[in-house]
C-alpha cells in the first residue's frame, strides 16, 4: 500500500480520541466552580460545573490504554541480532528471552523491522511525534513511549512502567556560548532534568517494561540488578519500586556522591556496596546474574539503548525536524554514545532528516580508554586503570559497549575529546556562573567543545547541542570543594566563595561597596 493512502486509514495517525468512539463527545469530569458576574449586582455564581473525563470514570489511564492498545492493529516488530553482524546472519532472539550476549559473546542490538517501518513516509512519523508531546495519554506523554512503535513495537501498553519521561529541555546556553566561545546556537540538552535526575530513565523505563512483561509471562525473573557508577542504580530502583519489583544494585564503595547513594535507599533496592571500582561490579554483576534468576540492567542489554536514543530523535524534533551540526555526550561504559547514533540514523533511515550531526564523544583524562583508542587511529583497544574524577560516574575503564561507541563515531565522521580534571570543573564552573547547574560530566563535554572550537574545527555558527547528562544537584560536593577551593593542586579560578561578615549595618555596607565597585569597574 502506498505510504500516502496508508496514512490516510491509519489508525495511528488520527488522535486517540478520533480512533475511540468511546471518547468522542465526552467533555472532562472534573469539577470547577464556575465564577460569572452578573451587570446588576456583580454577584459570584459558585454552582460547581461538571466536567466530564473522555474516558469512563471508573477506568485508569493504563486500563484505557491498553483497551485501545488491544483493538489498534500493529504490524511493527523487533528482535535481538548480534551487533553488526553480517548481513548474511540469522542469528536472532525474540525480546522476550533472556539474553544479553550473541552465540560468539559480542553485544546484541535490538533490530526493527524496518521494512514494515518503512512503509509510512517521514512525515507521517513527524506528525506522529508531534502529536504525541506534552499530553497525559497513557503511554504517549512520556518521551520515550511517544516513539513507542520504534523502541518497543509489541509491548501491551498495560505493562509499561513510566515516570512520563524525557521530553527533556533544551537550554540555548545563550550568555555562555556568546561570551565564553563566540557561539550563538548553543544548545545544552538537560536530559538530568528528569526523574531520577539523570538520562538513564530514559532506558530504564523501557527495560523494566519488557521485565514487568516477563514476569506475567512466568518467565523466571526474581529481581532485576546492575553495576552502578550511581546513576543506572538510582533509575533502576525507582522504575523497580514503581512496579513492585526487586531491585539489586552493586555499587564501588566511596565512589558515587552521597545524593546518588541515597537514592536506591530510599527506594528500597537491596544495596551492595563494595570494595572495588565500577569495572569490578560490573565484572561481578555479570556473573552473578549468569547464576541467579536476576535480569541485567546495565547497557550491555540493548534494551537500555532503545529508551536512549529516543533522546536524540527529541532534539530533532525540539528543532522541527531539522539536523544540528554536532552532539557531544560524555562517555564512560559508551552505551549512550551509540544510542544517540541509532536515534539519529534511524530518523534518516525513516526520511525524518537527510542527514546526522557530527558526534563527539567527551571523556574525562582519568577515565579515557575511548579516547587513547581513538588516538592510535583506532588501532589498539586496551582497558585502562580508571583513576578517580570528579566526574565520578563515568570513571570507567573498560567499557562493556566499546565496539558500539566505535562504530558510532566512525559513522558519524566523529571525534573523540578529553578534559582533566581542572578543565572539567573550571567548564562546569563557568556553565553555572551563566545561570546553568551542571554535573561533571557536562562539564567533561563543555571542555570537548572549548578545545574543538579552539581548534577551529566547530565553527562560530554551527549548530552544536552539548548533551547534559545528569542533574548538578547530584553533585554538589565537587561545588562545594571547588568554590571553597578546597582541591589540592587546582587553582579553580572561577571560585565564588561566600563572604563571612559582621552582622552590623556599616560591615555590610563597607563589603557591599567594595563588591559593587568592583563590578563597575568591570563595566
Ligand atoms: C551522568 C553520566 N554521564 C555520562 C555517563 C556515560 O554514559 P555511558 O556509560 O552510556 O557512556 C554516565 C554513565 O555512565 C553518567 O551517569
Ligand atoms: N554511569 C553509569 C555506569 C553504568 O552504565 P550503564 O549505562 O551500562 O548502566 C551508572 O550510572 O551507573
Redesign the pocket.
Known amino acids: 500500500m502506498a505510504a500516502s493512502s496508508l496514512l490516510r486509514s491509519s489508525p495511528f495517525f488520527s488522535s486517540p480520541q478520533q480512533r475511540n468512539p468511546r471518547t468522542i463527545n465526552k467533555s472532562p469530569r472534573f469539577i470547577t466552580i464556575k465564577a460569572t458576574i452578573s451587570s446588576s449586582d456583580k454577584s459570584v455564581d459558585t454552582t460547581p460545573v461538571i466536567k466530564s473525563h473522555r474516558r469512563p470514570a471508573d477506568e485508569n489511564i493504563r486500563q484505557e490504554a491498553h483497551r485501545r492498545c488491544s483493538t489498534e492493529p500493529n504490524n511493527f516488530s523487533a528482535k535481538y541480532v548480534p551487533f553488526n553482524a553480517d548481513p548474511g546472519c540469522t542469528e536472532s532472539y525474540s525480546l522476550d528471552e533472556i539474553v544479553y550476549r550473541s552465540r560468539s559473546g559480542g553485544l546484541l542490538d535490538v533490530q526493527h523491522d524496518m521494512e514494515a517501518l518503512k512503509e509510512f513516509d517521514g512525515n507521517y512519523w513527524k506528525n506522529l511525534f508531534d502529536g504525541r508531546i506534552g499530553k497525559t495519554n497513557w503511554p504517549y506523554g512520556s518521551g520515550v513511549w511517544s516513539k513507542k512503535e520504534w523502541v518497543l513495537p509489541e509491548i501491551d501498553s498495560d505493562d509499561i512502567v513510566s515516570a512520563f519521561e524525557g521530553n527533556s529541555n533544551m537550554f540555548w546556553a545563550e550568555r555562555y556560548g556568546k561570551q565564553h566561545l563566540g557561539m550563538n546556537d548553543l544548545w545544552v540538552k538537560h536530559c538530568g532534568i528528569s526523574h531520577t535526575g539523570?538520562f538513564?530513565d530514559l532506558?530504564m523505563t523501557v527495560l523494566v517494561s519488557q521485565v514487568n512483561r516477563l514476569r506475567k509471562m512466568n518467565r523466571p525473573v526474581v529481581g532485576v540488578g546492575?553495576?552502578?557508577?550511581?546513576?543506572?542504580?538510582?533509575?533502576?530502583s525507582a522504575y523497580c519500586a514503581s512496579a513492585g519489583i526487586p531491585s539489586i544494585v552493586f555499587l564501588p564503595a566511596n565512589k558515587?556522591s552521597m545524593a546518588?547513594l541515597v537514592q536506591p535507599i530510599a527506594n528500597g533496592a537491596f544495596v551492595l556496596s563494595l570494595d572495588t571500582d565500577?569495572d569490578g561490579c560490573?565484572q561481578l554483576v555479570r556473573e552473578v546474574t549468569s547464576e541467579l534468576p536476576i535480569y541485567l540492567?546495565?547497557?550491555?542489554?540493548s534494551l537500555?539503548i532503545e529508551g536512549?536514543k529516543t533522546a536524540a530523535i527529541e532534539i530533532l524534533q525540539q528543532f522541527d525536524w531539522e539536523v544540528p551540526d554536532w552532539v557531544i555526550v560524555p562517555g564512560?561504559?559508551?552505551?549512550?554514545i551509540y544510542a544517540f547514533y541509532k536515534g539519529f540514523q534511524m530518523c534518516k533511515e525513516l526520511g525524518l532528516v537527510d542527514r546526522i550531526p557530527r558526534l563527539v564523544c567527551a571523556q574525562a583524562a582519568n577515565a579515557n580508554p575511548l579516547y587513547l583508542h581513538y588516538k592510535s587511529g583506532w588501532t589498539d583497544f586496551s582497558p585502562v586503570k580508571a583513576k578517580t574524577t570528579f566526574a565520578s560516574?563515568?570513571q570507567?575503564g573498560d567499557?562493556?559497549?566499546i565496539d558500539r561507541a566505535v562504530y558510532a563515531l566512525q559513522n558519524s565522521n566523529g571525534i573523540v575529546e578529553e578534559a582533566t580534571e581542572e578543565e572539567l570543573m573550571d567548564a562546569m564552573a563557568q556553565a553555572d556562573s551563566t545561570g546553568m547547574f551542571i554535573c561533571p560530566h557536562t562539564g567533561v563535554a563543555l571542555t570537548a567543545l572549548d578545545k574543538l572550537r579552539n581548534s577551529g574545527v566547530i565553527r562560530p555558527t554551527d549548530r552544536t547541542v552539548v548533551v547534559s547528562?545528569?542533574h548538578g544537584l547530584k553533585f554538589t560536593q565537587s561545588k562545594i570543594d571547588y568554590h571553597s577551593k578546597a582541591i589540592p593542586e587546582m587553582a579553580c579560578s572561577l571560585a565564588n566563595p561566600p563572604v563571612n561578615v559582621k552582622a552590623d549595618f556599616g560591615s555590610v555596607m563597607d563589603v557591599l561597596k567594595k563588591y559593587l565597585l568592583s563590578k563597575e569597574s568591570k563595566n
Open positions: 539523570s538513564k532506558g546492575c553495576a552502578s557508577t550511581g546513576d543506572t542504580s538510582a533509575a533502576l558515587i546518588q565500577f560490573m540492567a546495565n547497557s550491555l542489554n537500555r536512549q564512560g561504559n559508551l552505551g549512550n560516574a563515568i570507567i567499557p562493556v559497549s547528562t545528569a
